[in-house]
Structure formats: C-alpha cells, structure tokens
C-alpha cells in the first residue's frame, strides 16, 4: 500500500480514526483491571490467561502508538 506522510496525518486526524484509537484504549484500560485478579489466583489456567491478556495489551500498545515511519518499515 502506498501512503504518504500526508495521506497519514490526515488519517490520523480523522474523527473515525480518533474514535477506534479511543476504543482500542478503552479495551486495553478492561485488559489491565482484568490482569491482577488472574494472577492473584495462583492457578496455572488463570496465569496463561493473564500471559495471553497481557499479548493483547501489548498489541493494543503497539497499535495505538504506530507512526507513519513504523508503517513504512514493513515494507
């Protein structure tokens, strides 16, 4: 895909892109409250869900903070 840095900025401004950046935030605050109740159980079982809730936060990180030259390193 091509894209220049001001086809990127204006999409990073964009009120429907704004609104998904809000809800992929609101999702990663759900995993973070869901973290230390799973581990403080001390059983196995809730310890992988933590490991795979705490994959998904780390996504949801990665995606919120993407900058234009990060895009453009993947191809």
């Not at 429907?16 to 999702?27: G, I, S």
């Not at 992988?48 to 994959?55: D, E, K, P, R, Y």
């Amino acid at each position: 895909m091509e894209i220049t840095q001001a086809d990127w900025d204006r999409w990073k401004v964009d009120t429907v892109t704004r609104e998904w950046f809000a809800m992929m935030a609101y999702r990663q605050g759900k995993i973070e409250k869901k973290m230390p109740p799973l581990i403080a159980t001390g059983e196995p079982v809730a310890f992988n869900q933590a490991l795979v809730a705490s994959g998904r936060h780390q996504e949801l990180e990665d995606l919120i903070h993407t900058g234009y030259e990060d895009m453009k390193e993947g191809e």
